[in-house]
Each structure stands twice: as structure tokens, then as C-alpha cells.
């Protein structure tokens, strides 16, 4: 009996590979953002790897809802932005993992969604965290004869770009599914130096 399969229902390989850049993203604890990057060749992933702090240290999310806890919450909801909207908003099942009083996380979530929050986590994020591009190219070999490619979530910011293009010789191309909203310098570098760079669209 012959049985037909429908060619056209299968995923394709980028898609395949930017799905699981989403499911490796779940690792990360940013509470700004979460992504994750892959390195493949051919049909293999080589390596991956997720933004997030050094190894063994105080992840993200704990860090900054200790701080919260210790420096802004007060114990009534007129120490910050608080509303009743922020118990059942949907984002603040990503911070549950933290425990703790329901009121307090939602305070907090509030607090992570404000300008004092975006500019501490800013400078903190610069010391403290490592971005999924250059935990993936941790594993890899500047002397791999392979010609790999790395797909990620987001465009790689300019730090990324520069560790890339110091592994040129094994990274050939770079696929994206977003532009990082300062990497158009990114691009262009990467692009200079040889790299391709493919925005994908899914």
C-alpha cells in the first residue's frame, strides 16, 4: 500500500531551528529578555546557548526581586505603580518560580515594568550577564573545519557581533528572526567581515 506524505505540512529546517532557539530561550531568567541561539551544521545542532548570568551565580530574576524586596517594597501598594491588573496578568507566571506572597510578586512585576527598573537592570545586565551568542560560542572551536550556521531569536547586539566575527572561519552565516533594536551597526560589521546575515521570516 502506498502511503502519501504531505511535503508541504513539514517544517523546514530554519523553522525547525528557530523553534527550538524558543524553547531553549525558556531557560533564561532575564526578566528584560529571553532568548537563546543555536549553532548548527547541516541538519545538526552543534552547540546552543541562552542569555543569563555567569555560571553559579544569582540568576536574574532572584537578584533583582531580592533587591526589590530589600529597597522599594514597603508593604502597601502605594510604595509603587500598583494595580490589581498585575495579579492575573499573564507575564507574571514567569516569576512565580521565585515564591513567595501573591501581592509581592505582582508588586514586583509592576516595579519591572518601570523607567527606575529599565535603567538599574541596564547597567547591571552590561556586569552581569552573558548574551546566548557567546555562551553557544563557548563550545565551539575556533579550529572546526566545519562551515557552521548560527541561528538566533534576535539579531546579535555589538559585543556579539565582534565575538562572531572572531569565529568567521567556522560561523558562515548568521539567521534571525528579529532585529535587535541597536544591531543595524551589528549587521553591517558582521557583513564587512564576511558573515552573512539573513533575516528570516516566519
Known amino acids: 500500500m502506498n502511503i502519501?506524505?504531505?511535503?508541504?505540512?513539514?517544517?523546514s529546517w530554519d523553522e525547525i531551528f528557530i523553534d527550538t532557539c524558543r524553547v531553549i530561550s525558556?531557560?533564561?531568567?532575564?526578566?528584560?529578555?529571553?532568548?537563546?541561539?543555536?549553532?548548527?551544521y547541516n541538519t545538526q545542532i552543534i552547540c546552543h546557548g541562552h542569555n543569563g548570568t555567569f555560571s553559579h551565580d544569582i540568576e536574574c530574576d532572584a537578584h533583582w526581586y531580592g533587591y526589590f524586596l530589600r529597597n522599594v517594597y514597603d508593604g502597601t501598594s502605594s510604595s509603587i505603580l500598583y494595580n490589581e491588573y498585575?495579579?492575573?496578568?499573564?507575564d507574571i507566571l514567569r516569576i512565580?518560580?521565585?515564591?513567595?506572597?501573591?501581592?509581592?510578586?505582582?508588586?514586583?512585576?509592576?516595579w519591572i515594568h518601570s523607567d527606575e527598573f529599565r535603567i538599574l537592570h541596564r547597567k547591571w545586565s552590561y556586569d552581569n550577564e552573558v548574551h546566548a551568542e557567546c555562551?553557544?560560542?563557548?563550545?565551539?572551536?575556533?579550529?572546526d573545519t566545519r562551515k557552521c550556521i548560527m541561528y538566533t531569536l534576535y539579531s546579535p547586539c555589538d559585543a556579539c557581533a565582534k565575538e562572531i566575527?572572531?569565529?568567521?572561519n567556522v560561523i558562515s552565516e548568521i539567521r534571525y528572526l528579529y532585529l535587535y533594536h541597536r544591531g543595524e551597526n551589528s549587521i553591517r560589521r558582521m557583513s564587512d567581515?564576511?558573515?552573512?546575515?539573513?533575516?528570516?521570516?516566519l
Open 4 to 11: 502519501s506524505i504531505d511535503t508541504m505540512n513539514r517544517p
Open 26 to 40: 525558556k531557560k533564561s531568567c532575564c526578566l528584560k529578555v529571553n532568548t537563546a541561539c543555536v549553532i548548527t
Open 86 to 90: 498585575c495579579i492575573y496578568c499573564v
Open 96 to 110: 512565580l518560580r521565585l515564591g513567595g506572597d501573591i501581592n509581592k510578586l505582582a508588586a514586583f512585576h509592576c
Open 135 to 143: 555562551n553557544a560560542l563557548a563550545y565551539l572551536s575556533k579550529f
Open 165 to 168: 566575527i572572531n569565529y568567521k
Open 193 to 201: 567581515h564576511g558573515v552573512i546575515c539573513t533575516q528570516l521570516n
